[in-house]
């Protein structure tokens, strides 16, 4: 190795608390015994605080490939825990139902200190997607969800889409029962429109919205941020790595197998989309490379940068991803790189939709409210 190259990593690896020499010779955030200690806390709403990133547990029993081992991740769970995670995110339909007999259990010895979020209203009888919140429905899926969970609460319950047949204020009001009786402790949304969160909030207060949001999709940011900042709502933001693009490993040769893998079915996970959107990866590495993180940690990290009251849950169903995304919780940006970034990205265009545009699915989300 020559001495300029020493030099740089010997100057980088003292410079950079939580940083290590990788095994390819460049400085990797999480890999040093040296960290910076403690995972930080953020609050969703008046009063839920979280780990600042949780953990997304769906594509350990379905939707991003084949189910994985239960035991591994349970472990993975379990790790989790230990290094310093306390909000994980589950569904009843993911699966149906086995990704909670997963997450439930895998937490039970760590319930006190840990919180899950789950939701209802969303189902897949012979492949259609369906909303159902009629009340009665609702209360029968809790308790599902409460025994699978082998819980007596569920942290935060949210409606995971909304059912147009059944006016919000009959959910709310539902919710608002469920937490007299201790079944709940929150609630919120996925995917709202901003009046249905008005109404909501109106009616019983909402503690978080479960949106979508990562570099590669900030529609929510014109109109949902600005009324749920002022509602004092938190926002979970799921798919965080646009569904695992934005660490980088992705490209136009990436193929998802359409028998259990959602994947296959988004237009901005196309093999065309895949390959024309490197543009976002590369600029992850140039902006990361000046933090020594990895594309997924800066992704996460820009997230985190924009408000305090929002959570990323990214997923993954591999311990090294785990650390590695952990560590995005310590990089930080001032106010005027972040505008630079922003700057810049906002000029980035992207190739693709979320869902196939008029499909139930992509309805359902509301993308263009
Ligand atoms: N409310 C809703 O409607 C809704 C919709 C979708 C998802 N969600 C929730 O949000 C969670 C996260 O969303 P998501 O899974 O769609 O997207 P995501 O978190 O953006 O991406 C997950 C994918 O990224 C990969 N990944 C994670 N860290 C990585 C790393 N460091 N390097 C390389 N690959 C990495 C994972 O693969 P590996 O397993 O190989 O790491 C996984 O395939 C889900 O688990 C679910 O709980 C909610």
Known sequence: MDTSRREFLKTSSLLLAGTAISLYGMPVRGESENKPAGM????????????????GCMGMSANHGPARNKKEMANLIAEAVDLGITFFDTAEIYGPHTNEELVGPALSRY?????????FGLYYPDGRQVEDARPERIKQAVEGSLKRLKTDYIDIYYQHRIDNKVPIEDVAGTM??????????????SEPNI?????????????????????SFRRHEEQTFKVIEEL?????????LDRGYLAGKMDGKTIFDPKNDMRASFPRMSPEAMEKNL??????REIGSAKNATPAQTALAWILAQKPWIVPIPETT??????ENIEAVHITWTEDEMKEI????????????RYTPGSVAAKSVYDLI
């Not at 004092?232 to 965080?240: E, K």
């Not at 990205?345 to 693709?352: A, F, Q, R, V």
């Open 40 to 55: 930080p806390k953020r609050t969703l709403g008046k009063d839920f605080t979280v780990s600042a990133l949780g953990l």
């Open 111 to 119: 319930r006190h200190k840990v919180a899950i979020g789950t939701k």
């Open 176 to 189: 608002k029962e469920l937490v007299k009786e201790g079944k709940i402790l929150h609630w919120g949304m």
């Open 195 to 215: 009046e249905t969160i008005k109404r909501a909030h109106r009616e019983f207060p909402v503690t978080a919205v479960e949106n979508q949001y990562a570099m």
């Open 232 to 240: 004092g709502i938190g926002l979970v933001a799921y798919s965080p």
């Open 279 to 284: 543009v976002i990866i590369d600029f992850l």
């Open 318 to 323: 591999q311990s090294a991803h785990l650390k």
């Open 342 to 353: 922003n700057d810049r990205l906002s000029k980035i265009k992207l190739t693709g939709e």
